[in-house]
């Protein structure tokens, strides 16, 4: 199917046209936006006025003078001092809608034609740790970020950059040999939640037995020197570790209604033999230096409390090898081996200087560069009602399965509600309830810029009124049973019939959907498809209480309705599939 042209797109065209007629050696950009004094306005006459110092109001009128109307554009009003106020025609919004309807899979939302390959790093827990609060904004956010940037046709590697490696690991294996019947369950096989629960408080016993006995620790710090060089036994021990955890892992990300894939989880052992070659490449390219006995790179910007510089550690004066090596190999893994044109990191504010000193480092190396750039999307924290961080009475983190799973049953309190209404079955009542909790958990992360922090508020997430994820599954569901009850009416465009304001404001943001993807997935900011979303939906809900549907007054004005109402669903559907969010057909 030919691509859609948005009006954006077609109003811009016959303005540059007209400014290149009446000024051929100025940069005819009009500065088009979206108005609420008319349909659009245009800016961007005052600006070439002055370059060729002429009557901004003068000039003006003669663009007027070149606009064809009548097609397109309806009418060209001059306002103040050399703006444009451009109103579009009936006809055109209606086969504007029509040609989006009639691309069903993409609703006219264009594919990049110079696609590249992101490789995006999120969703990170820890091996024999059990996911809390905290690591539901990486998931969710990289999650939405996946689907957005394929669906503009960016090539994207997911990639989980798991804990699985590292001092905790001798730790663990050590203790769990010097006290074997701690994992002793009898004949009974735990798997999942208790047998996560089950490792996290054995991981918590060993941290408190290293940090206070220096034998417990010396004797761990072996071990991890033998898993490091391959000892069977201790690999062994590992690998089941980690095994248990992705089992753990998967049943989290299921209940988020995500998909991970176990060829995306490339931990920080997955870089474990490229750890020495970076380092002697770091120093032969002179990027990294030896002081006090560890290889360093320095950076004359960020200093200590102390006025010194402070170094980016990457290999340690005992010869282990920190966080940074690790994602310095990673870098080279996924320009070199990838192929990646962008790296994208969803990870805590908390690690923007290490992140900044690790892409400052690759970039000395000539890893990254004019063609393969890498940022760290950086995001706040979540907080309780009281807006401090997010924790139990007891002044932990609150485990991620239990806020989900509170999510859950406090949506499904609300679908039940409304159940006997619509004709929900109970199987419906519990999947809806799935669907709804879980969106309304996704929906108020991305909703707030990832930059900001957040207040968690169940009560309000599952909310049918505001903005909520619960109020836009709503609107879907309403247009759900319109289309159920309109018979053999069928949607069908009528670009003859005069609209409404509130057809034709809807319509009009309708056209809007393929810009503010493109933005959110260029900006890496799904907040910007959640704001489009909400004021879709009101303004769905403006048209309800303006434009009878089914009651229409003639069969032309009822199809045409079907058609913006049924559009408006499609558009709803994909916007919240592209944030990972379902669209239950009732509720």
Known sequence: MAPVTSLTDLVHQRLANALSATLPEADADPLLRRS????????????????AKANPRELATQVVSRITTGDVIQDVEVSGPGFLNITITDRAITENL????????RLGVPVAEHPGTTVI????PNVA??????????AVIGDALVQLLEFTGESVVRRHHIGDWGTQFGMLIQYLDEHPGELDHGDAQVTGEEAMSNLDRLYKAARKLFDSDEEFKTRARRRVVDLQAGDPQTLAAWQKFVDESKIYFFSVFEKLDMEIRDADIVGESGYNDMLDETCRMLEDLGVAEISDGALCVFFDDIKGPDGNRTPLIVRKSDGGYGYAATDLSAIRDRVFNLKATSLLYVVDVRQSLHFKMVFETARRAEWLNDD?????????TILGKDGKPFKTREGVSVKLEDLLDEAVQRATAVVREKAEKVGLTEEEIVENGRYVGIGAVKYADLSTSAVRDYKFDLDQMVSLSGDTSVYLQYAYARIQSILRKAGEARPLAH????LTGAERALGLHLDQFSEVVADAAKEYAPHKLTAYLYQLASLLTTFYDQCPVLK???REQRENRLLLVDLTARTLHRGMALLGIRTPEKL
Do not use: W
């Open 129 to 138: 740790k059990e996911m809390h609060v905290g690591h539901l904004r990486s």
């Open 36 to 51: 609420d004094r008319a349909d659009f306005q245009a800016n961007g006459i005052l600006a070439l006025a002055k370059k």
């Open 98 to 105: 029509a040609a989006r309807y009639a691309d069903a899979d």
């Open 121 to 124: 790093d999120y969703a990170q």
């Open 552 to 554: 229409a007054d003639t």
């Open 495 to 498: 670009p003859e019939l005069e």
């Open 372 to 380: 393969v750039s890498a940022f760290q999307l950086a995001f706040g």
